[in-house]
């Protein structure tokens, strides 16, 4: 089964500022069809979580320009440019490469 | 648009079943593959619990495999969950959740999500 590992598990940021989320996966995210399905979501209290990345880098509808996604293989990385108060919650990464599907711990985006 | 709600008891008692549903509403469910349970217990992180597809066709975590049974009702255009010999530690927000099949091959729609209480 896929480990999916956060890293923080909790970030405080300054607004304005930038801020990165890493996530690590036990064994290569990479389909047999050539597609890696590393996914980001957000999640406010209180409400489900929401699709913000699917494919590693290709932001879902909606999702303004600040968020972006990189990453290959094992290592993938979110990255906000800057952050807004909006963007307070928690983020996790999760895997669709493989069942058992699986999420991240979860990363606490908090404003300093 | 696209509404997912799933719907069932709010209180289980320990070693009974839980039993959920999702009706799917403005999209027809045997258009994709697969359809989702998450939950989440208070405080806690995402655990994936499984997913089905309309063929029947049906995975789930292997730490809850052998107490879960999900199902597609293609009529109904809704999918449900069965948790059997539910335990304190079964106490969570369930949602459901379609994982877009076409492209994305991820979790694209969710609903609002239920809190189930496992207490006697």
């Known amino acids: 089964d896929v480990v999916m590992t956060q890293t923080p598990l909790s970030s405080p940021v300054t607004l304005g500022q930038p801020a990165s989320i890493s996530c690590r996966s036990s064994?290569?995210?990479?389909?047999?069809?050539?597609?890696?399905?590393l996914s980001w979501l957000h999640q406010r209290p209180g409400q489900p979580p929401r699709l913000l990345i699917y494919k590693i880098s290709n932001r879902f509808s909606g999702v303004p320009d600040r968020f972006s996604g990189s990453g290959a293989g094992t290592d993938f990385t979110l990255k906000i440019s800057r952050v807004e108060a909006e963007d307070v919650g928690v983020y996790y990464c999760?895997?669709?490469?493989?069942?058992?599907?699986?999420f991240g711990q979860g990363t606490k985006l908090e404003i300093k | 648009q696209v509404q997912l709600q799933e719907s069932g008891p709010r209180l289980v008692k320990p070693s009974e079943t839980l039993s959920l549903t999702c009706d799917v509403s403005?999209?027809?469910?045997?258009?994709?593959?697969?359809w989702a349970w998450i939950r989440q217990p208070p405080g806690k992180g995402l655990e994936w619990i499984g997913s089905?597809?309309?063929?029947?066709?049906?995975y789930y975590n292997p730490s809850l495999e052998s107490r879960v049974t999900m199902a597609v009702d293609t009529p109904k255009n809704q999918f449900s969950l069965k948790l059997s010999s539910v335990t304190a530690a079964d106490t969570a927000v369930y949602y459901c959740a379609r994982r877009e099949a076409q492209d994305l091959w991820a979790f694209d729609l969710w609903g609002r999500g239920m809190m189930i209480t496992v207490s006697s």
């Open positions: 403005g999209y027809p469910i045997n258009s994709d593959c697969f």
């Open positions: 089905v597809c309309h063929t029947g066709t049906s």
């Open positions: 064994q290569s995210l990479v389909h047999g069809d050539g597609n890696t399905y």
């Open positions: 999760m895997q669709a490469t493989q069942f058992p599907y699986s």
